[in-house]
């Protein structure tokens, strides 16, 4: 059964020049927390706060950004060691994070790198290097930093978050000033016109044949070394985690076809 709908609504905050988008996350923050239960993946309790403020981070961008566009965050912390990855697919509604914390390589500074994907263009990449361990004010350095304009994010619920990121001529004096109340208070004290209502839902779409073809090149090249004398090995989707067996005779077979 497909994961259920969160709706993100944005508007355009008149006289302020800026785009606010928000949502309640408790559906896609469920839909996580059963992916991981029923992939058997354990997370300390440290990491579970990186993998909500990614959802919601990639959630809020992605229903700002134009539809036929895909992007994918890979986030490496200092302190904590831990590499946090979020991508969201207008075209489908999907989001999906995955969190690497066993076997991270040791960095002194975090590093955030940002991939586009847009229908008739060529894939771009962005990479910039940002302070602290909070994964909302990693998205917010990247966009003073990549995308040239300001972002913030705020939490009107333990669930329920909001972006409010500048537009052109956008009133920066405002923007920054804005606080946990004047949030809760935005409804009366701004005049918002919405623009648009985008369902999202956690789903990451990886199969058993997608693993097939992701390991086939690799077979290929050293089927020996990629199966150590067993007959099956057991991968983990890189965007989710979740876990698929694959069978030698499977993988050749498929390199015989492909």
Known sequence: MDDPDIEVRTYFARGRNALVARASFSELFAAWYLHRMDCGLQLP??????GRDALAAITLHCASRPWKETCAWTVHFPHPRVNVFASGDN???????NIFHEGVRGID???????????????RRSTIEFAGSDFLLAVEQYYQKSEQRRARF???GDEDLVMVSAQPDCDLAWLEALDGPAIKSLDADVELSLLESRS????????????LDFLAPVFLRQGEDLFGGEETIRIHCPRCGAKHTITREALEAH????
């Open 45 to 50: 309790p440290e990491c579970d706060p990186f």
């Open 91 to 97: 075209a489908t509604g999907s989001v999906v994070t």
């Open 109 to 123: 500074q975090g590093i955030f790198y940002a991939d586009v994907i847009e229908d008739g263009k060529s894939p």
């Open 154 to 156: 705020f939490r009107y």
């Open 200 to 211: 999202f839902r956690f789903r990451c779409g990886c199969t058993h044949e997608k693993m």
């Open 255 to 258: 390199s015989a076809t492909g």
